[in-house]
């Protein structure tokens, strides 16, 4: 019989909250599911005392639950503040705060995993943070496990979510562009076809677009313009295809850019450009209802790329074992391999269709040049077939949709047509697509089969609740950041791991504000 999970309050003070809310969290309903994904991630949580991270329910409304999110929101903390998610993220957690550090590699297991974890937060930087808001308990049968109220999601490196926390200009496709063309170089190892006026041109569109966009940004009457149509639009677009959002978008943009043409301020303005950060502007905000999977969870839809990345994330799952000889080329030591796996991962995190298509442009060039080195022009898309298998990467079908429908790039079909090559061989990869015999595959399939996804080797014991509640320290009254000492400095002195909790800190402000508006309403009458 199915053990279903409660919530119960801890005797440490916290915020009060709502258990029905808790209750019917899609992280809580994934602990209680009878998946056998969810099932092991339960017992190893239960086996090694981990603690459960769970964001705001709003926060999760428009992505998928996998094994691999929730894993990377259940934590094996140590008696030096520092942790390992299920799904090998390093981090610590500190005075309410909850830093993230890069993801140690996942193919590898480690004896002495925390250990690992160690050196990776000594030797890197945060890139990553939320805040602690409060402390409970979740309730597993006869079983519990902490349970801490975070800020936000859990993002990092890699993670297919970390679209959660793209900026607009964040990681854009001329930056994209000019860093790929570095990575070019130093594989070519002398100038590239890049010459330098190109490269300047590309730094002047970037340098353009962004002036343009912080011009738009004060403009408060043309937020507020932009602002009601990012509101009306997911009720306009419910249950419509993905070429009809994209007109939407394609027309009010091109009316609007129109209209704000007529302003002193903006007739300077080069259209293109105009046009070109306005869009950025709104498929940024709208994300959510124009990426498929999104669109699936928010409107309750089957949607046929979503339904094929499931299938071919299995696919290449079950064919990790595939080497270079058994596609047809010699077994060679590739430059910047595991470099090139971490680049196709982040296309995932990224919004603007543009900014997707850069990043895969940019892979095909790096495999373009591997090939003039170590085999022949025509072995580029069996190169690129082996990387993208290896990658495992979980939204390919869904990717290359959104770019074909979003991007307006010229160049996007000729890249798209060599991705959907090689996502038509990997939707059939079989044994007779290899140069493997039947019986070797069929152990390879096996041996793969029955390797489980989460790997743990918990080293030191795992912590009694009294040792996880006594790192929790949550009764300091010193924020982590005071608002009026960063109201002095400069924009640009503010670090990046710092902006989820002056966020934090602004929105309790807000908060106080209305309620102190409301007792003063109150005392008037």
């Known amino acids: 019989m199915k053990k279903s999970i409660t919530y119960k309050p801890s005797c440490l003070p916290h915020k009060s909250s709502n258990s029905i809310i808790i209750d019917t969290h899609k992280m809580i309903k994934a602990i209680n599911s009878n998946d ?6 339960k017992e190893a949580a239960i086996k090694y005392n981990c603690v459960l991270l769970l964001p705001p329910a709003s926060l999760v409304k428009d992505l998928v639950i996998t094994p691999n999110l929730l894993a990377s929101h259940l934590i094996l903390l140590d008696t030096s503040h520092k942790f390992i998610t ?5 981090g610590t957690v500190q005075d309410s705060i909850i830093r993230i550090y890069p993801p140690i590699p996942y193919s590898t297991f480690y004896p002495r995993l925390l250990e690992e974890a160690e050196q990776i937060i000594r030797n890197t930087t945060s890139n990553n943070c939320v805040l602690i808001e409060s402390v409970d308990s979740l309730y597993c049968g006869e ?3 902490t349970m801490l109220h975070i800020s936000d999601v859990i993002v990092y490196q890699g993670c297919e979510w970390k679209w959660k926390q793209c900026s607009i200009y964040d990681n854009n496709e001329y930056q994209i ?3 790929f063309q570095q990575k070019i170089e130093l594989l070519n190892k002398e100038i590239t076809s890049m010459n330098m006026d190109i490269r300047q041109q590309t730094r002047n569109i970037l340098n353009e677009e962004i002036v343009i966009f912080k011009i738009i940004n004060l403009d408060n009457s043309l937020l507020k313009q932009i602002e009601a149509f990012v509101l009306k639009f997911p009720l306009i677009v419910k249950g419509i295809s993905l070429e009809e959002r994209e007109k939407i978008i394609s027309q009010y943009c091109n009316e609007f850019c129109d ?4 302003d002193q301020m903006y007739c300077v303005m080069n259209n293109i450009r105009l046009k070109s950060v306005l869009k950025r502007m709104i498929i940024t905000r709208l994300y959510p209802y124009l990426w498929q999977p999104s669109i699936s969870v928010l409107e309750g839809t089957i949607i046929n790329s979503t339904m094929m990345d499931l299938s071919i994330k299995e696919i290449m799952k079950l064919h990790n074992f595939v080497s270079l000889k058994q596609l047809g080329l010699s077994n060679k030591n590739i430059p910047s391999f595991s470099e090139i796996i971490e680049y196709i991962k982040e296309v995932d995190g990224l919004r603007c269709p543009n900014d997707k298509l850069q990043y895969l442009n940019g892979i095909i060039l790096m495999v373009e040049q591997i090939c003039k080195f170590l085999y022949t022009p025509n072995d580029v898309d069996t190169l690129l077939k082996f990387i993208i298998i290896k990658s495992q990467m979980p939204h390919f079908a869904s990717t290359l949709r959104y770019i074909e429908v979003y991007s307006d790039k010229e160049n996007k079909k000729s890249i798209l047509n060599t991705y959907n090559k090689v ?3 990997c939707s059939s990869l079989c044994q007779n697509s290899l140069l493997i015999d039947e019986q070797t595959y069929d152990e390879e399939i096996q041996r793969v089969s029955s390797v489980k996804e989460i790997k743990i080797d918990c080293g030191p014991l795992a912590l009694t609740d009294v040792q996880i509640l006594g790192l929790l320290d949550l009764t300091t009254t010193e924020q982590p950041i005071q608002l009026d000492a960063v109201l002095k400095k ?7 791991e710092d902006i989820p909790i002056l966020i934090h800190l602004l929105k309790q402000f807000n908060e106080e504000n209305i309620e102190l508006k409301k007792l003063i309403a109150a005392n008037e009458q």
């Open 36 to 41: 056998p994904q969810f099932i092991v991630l």
């Open 86 to 90: 299920l799904s090998y993220v390093p």
């Open 143 to 145: 079983h519990h496990l």
């Open 177 to 179: 562009e000019l860093f």
């Open 259 to 262: 209209k704000i043409r007529k």
């Open 423 to 425: 996502l038509e061989f």
């Open 490 to 496: 400069n924009p640009e002195d503010i670090r990046q």
